[in-house]
Structure formats: structure tokens, C-alpha cells
DNA sequence: ACCTGAACACCGTTCAAGT
DNA sequence: ACCTGAACACCGTTCAAGT
């Protein structure tokens, strides 16, 4: 806990981070550049490497705080329903930060927050299956899964086409409604 | 039909076009180079844009091709848990083309094939509601969109994650296989 | 210990010039 | 009409050198 000194930034690890999610919110993805996040956070391009490894490790640090958001997002919402309109809501309101959280790849250890996200889904779909809300012969944790995977989906696509062309709707929490009944018969409330 | 020459390259397009899928399969979307697909049909890293206006403009053209391939795939699968399986099975054969094809912004017009695709699954999911295989209240459109959704979400996860976590299974066939069934109760054959 | 300055190989793209 | 050669701004990354 000793106070440190940083020669010229306080904390210029957290810094490059927070430069890195603006540039994602304003530019997406594939815009990104590691030599622009040093250039706003005002240090010289090679300054990031005495803090990460490489460009993709600056990114899954950033991965890792938008899965901590993510979590948070889901934990007030309950019910499949909204909680999948949360999911999908999410990758709207913030693309690039999306992209960047599934396109990371987890080496070896899995990120805790992401983790959390799918326990609250699974519980959501577990005591979704006991009121009878939904009727299927699968496990809970299979259940889950399929249901994960069919939200991701969703959300993905509606980043790339986000005007309706199905009839499932254009607001998430309308397409994450509509496709999860048209599945699973679910209840929009 | 005139005979054409080209002074180097009888068809230089469409052998980019080919160095561009081979590159794809080799390294994968984010290791593509327009200047290697240069350097691999022996011109100069100028010449692409004697033919495309940009890099996005020859993925489009490739993407083009790889959704004709995936229709061709598809028209070969009949019944829903076999079309579920080829299209995750294409993703998982050719992922860098897969990515490629989702990432190409489709300007205006939509691929033709890719409509196509669509289709199939459509009268698929139509002639599995009418044999009383799946129940559910949603207009055969909407159901076969929320389908493809789910199977798009499980072809990208898969290949973020090819290992299996959830037990969904670890071949592109048990995977959508059992998924479909966790959400749809439908069989498996 | 942390950052700079300068370099390296590479990228996408442009444009005058060649045939 | 089609391609080359050379240039431009930019990228990710490395490394000796400064404080």
C-alpha cells in the first residue's frame, strides 16, 4: 500500500485502459490503434509495453472490465426475458467494448466476471424450468448454454444489421422478447 | 465474350480473389494482407485496385463466394438438425472465410446466396412446424430467423471455444444437435 | 523503475510513369 | 487498359539511452 510515484503519470496503466475504451466507444474495433492510446494518454508509443505485454493484452485488460460491467448490467435484471434484453442491450449500447470482450482469447484461465454472467443465466433458466415457464427435457446447465449461445448470436447480428428484417423488432429488448418466445414459447412478461 | 489478355495475368481478379481464400485459410481473418495477396499472384501491392477499389471491396468478393459454397452445403442437409449441423460444420472448416463473410458490410444489396441460405432453413422451419415436430405460437419467419440466430451464435462461440464446456458437444453436428433439441425439444432423428 | 527517441518491418493507399 | 515503382502516413514492436 506504499504510495507510489510515477515518473510522469500517476497511473498510467489505468490510464491506457480508459484511453482504450474511448477510442472503442468513438471508433470500434477495428479502428483501434495501441499508438493512438499513447498518443491521448500523451506518452511515447513504446510507453504501453512497460504495462502490457502487447496490443492484445492491453485489450483483454479491457475485456475484463467490460465483463465486469456486463455482469452488473445482468444482475438487475431478472426473469430470461430481461435478462436477455440486457445482454443484447449491452452490445447496442456499446459495440466496440463488445467486440473486443469475444474476440479476446481467454489463455488458460477464464475471466471471473464472465463466468458470474453465466451463472445469472443459469439460475434465470434453472427457476424458469421448476415454475414450468419453460418445458424441456434438457439439463439446466445445456439449457443455459443453448440459451447464452442464442442471445450471442443475436447480439452479434444486430451489430451488423441493426435494422429489422425479420419482424423480430429493432430494439434489443424487443429482439431478445421476441426470439427467446419464438424458441422456447416464453412469456413476454 | 471477346477473347481478353491481360498483360501479366490472364484473370489476375479472380486469382486474387483465390490468394485472398488461401491466405484466409492459412492465417485467418485478422492475418489477412492485401499486400501478400499482392505478392502471392506475383504484382505489384498497386495492381488489387486496378480490380477493387479497396481491401473491404475483395473481402466482399470473397465473402460473396463463400456464401454460395455455404448454400451449395446446405442444399445438400435436409431436416433442421442437419442444416443446423452443416452450417456450424462450415464455420468450423473454414473460419477465417466464415469470419470474412460476417464481417464484409453487406452495402445495400444483400448476397443473393446468402438469401438463399435463408431459405432453406426457412422451409425447413415451416414444414417442421406443419409435422407438428416443433410447437410454437411464432410465424414461421420469425422461428426460422430466431434459428439462425442461435446457430450463428453457436458457429462464432465454437470457434472462439472449440473445447467443449457445457456439454453441448465438441462436432459441429452434436453441437447443433444439441442445442436445438435443449431449445426446441426436437429430436434428433 | 519507468519512459523517450529512434529505428524496423509491415500495412493500406495513391499516383505518375511505363507498355 | 493494366500494371510498376516509388512514395506517403500509419501501424505494432524493439531497444539503447536517459532520468
Do not use: C
Given at each position: 500500500?506504499?504510495e507510489?510515484?510515477?515518473?510522469?503519470?500517476?497511473?498510467?496503466?489505468?490510464?491506457?485502459?480508459?484511453?482504450?475504451?474511448?477510442?472503442?466507444?468513438e471508433?470500434?474495433?477495428?479502428?483501434?490503434?495501441?499508438?493512438e492510446?499513447?498518443?491521448?494518454?500523451?506518452?511515447?508509443?513504446?510507453?504501453?509495453?512497460?504495462?502490457?505485454?502487447?496490443?492484445?493484452?492491453?485489450?483483454?485488460?479491457?475485456?475484463?472490465?467490460?465483463?465486469?460491467?456486463?455482469?452488473?448490467?445482468?444482475?438487475?435484471?431478472?426473469?430470461?426475458?430481461?435478462?436477455?434484453?440486457?445482454?443484447?442491450?449491452?452490445?447496442?449500447?456499446?459495440?466496440?467494448?463488445?467486440?473486443?470482450?469475444?474476440?479476446?482469447?481467454?489463455?488458460?484461465?477464464?475471466?471471473?466476471?464472465?463466468?458470474?454472467?453465466?451463472?445469472?443465466?443459469?439460475?434465470?433458466t434453472?427457476?424458469?424450468q421448476?415454475s414450468?415457464?419453460i418445458?424441456?427435457?434438457?439439463?439446466?446447465?445445456?439449457?443455459?448454454?443453448?440459451?447464452?449461445?442464442?442471445?450471442?448470436?443475436?447480439?452479434?447480428?444486430?451489430?451488423?444489421?441493426?435494422?429489422?428484417?425479420?419482424?423480430?423488432?429493432?430494439?434489443?429488448?424487443?429482439?431478445?422478447?421476441?426470439?427467446?418466445?419464438?424458441?422456447?414459447?416464453?412469456?413476454?412478461?
Amino acid at each position: 500500500m506504499a504510495e507510489r510515484k510515477t515518473y510522469h503519470h500517476g497511473t498510467l496503466r489505468q490510464a491506457l485502459v480508459d484511453g482504450a475504451k474511448e477510442i472503442l466507444a468513438e471508433r470500434g474495433h477495428d479502428q483501434f490503434s495501441l499508438n493512438e492510446v499513447a498518443r491521448r494518454a500523451g506518452v511515447s508509443t513504446a510507453a504501453p509495453y512497460r504495462h502490457f505485454r502487447n496490443r492484445d493484452e492491453l485489450l483483454s485488460a479491457v475485456a475484463e472490465e467490460g465483463y465486469v460491467t456486463l455482469a452488473e448490467k445482468l444482475e438487475n435484471a431478472s426473469g430470461l426475458a430481461r435478462l436477455g434484453g440486457a445482454y443484447v442491450r449491452f452490445a447496442h449500447d456499446n459495440p466496440g467494448l463488445f467486440v473486443t470482450m469475444f474476440r479476446s482469447r481467454p489463455e488458460g484461465a477464464e475471466s471471473a466476471a464472465g463466468r458470474a454472467a453465466f451463472e445469472m443465466l443459469l439460475r434465470a433458466t434453472a427457476a424458469a424450468q421448476d415454475s414450468g415457464e419453460i418445458a424441456t427435457h434438457a439439463t439446466p446447465e445445456i439449457t443455459a448454454r443453448s440459451l447464452w449461445v442464442t442471445l450471442h448470436g443475436l447480439a452479434v447480428l444486430h451489430l451488423q444489421q441493426p435494422h429489422d428484417r425479420y419482424g423480430l423488432g429493432e430494439e434489443p429488448e424487443q429482439l431478445a422478447t421476441t426470439t427467446l418466445s419464438a424458441l422456447l414459447g416464453l412469456k413476454s412478461d
